[in-house]
């Protein structure tokens, strides 16, 4: 495991200071310079991002970026409508596919959620004005975002009543903490830590 520094920052080969998670791997340093924490409000790359964040549970999220277009091609491009007419035999597809985390509760879990998915958009309108409902007040956060108030932060008051009503609603693999990982990379909260440089890159966009 990656030894965090004392203020969770690293300086890259560039030259740029970031959050030390990427480390210096490129396909890392890439999604973090240029995804996580950044507004995501589109619906299909919401859902996206739900069914990876489950699929990522007891994982390393490196796992899973690395996989990324297995998984985009294995489920139809996270297209919700296409995938909630998935059936028993795509499971057992899927389960044969060396490409993508064969677990079948996670499996079945993306088919029903998109199921949900249109379900809820039937109702709602629209996934994504669903999700940021729940994106939080800045002054519901903290005043600095160092590495020691990221650590203490698994999870919310906001992902935990994101996580209950989509639960409420049938969607499976959204606990909390996992909530909580959603809201940091699809942007609806900004948790570069102070001296990123992408914490300043956001909130200036």
Request: hydrophobic fraction near 40%.
């Amino acid at each position: 495991m990656r030894a965090v520094p004392p203020d969770g920052l690293l300086t890259g080969e560039d030259g740029r200071v970031r959050c030390w998670w990427p480390g210096n791997d490129p396909e890392y340093l890439r999604y973090h310079d240029e995804e996580w924490g950044r507004p995501v409000r589109d619906d299909v790359r919401l859902f996206e991002k739900i069914c990876l964040e489950g699929f990522q549970a007891g994982l390393s999220w490196i796992t899973i970026l690395r996989r990324r277009d297995h998984f985009r091609a294995a489920f139809a491009g996270f297209d919700f409508e296409k995938m909630a007419s998935y059936t028993q035999a795509d499971v057992e597809r899927l389960l044969q596919n060396p490409g993508i985390i064969r677990h079948r509760g996670k499996i079945e879990a993306a088919i029903s959620n998109a199921q949900k998915t249109c379900d809820l958009i039937a109702g709602e309108g629209s996934l994504a004005d669903f999700i940021w409902r729940y994106a939080p007040a800045e002054t519901a956060r903290p005043a600095r975002m160092n590495y020691e108030t990221l650590r203490t932060m698994p999870q919310t008051p906001a992902s935990q009543a994101l996580s209950k009503d989509l639960k409420k609603r049938g969607f499976r693999f959204v606990g909390p903490t996992t909530m909580y990982a959603l809201m940091q990379a699809a942007g609806l909260v900004n948790d570069h830590l102070e001296g990123c440089w992408c914490r300043d890159n956001i909130l200036k966009s």
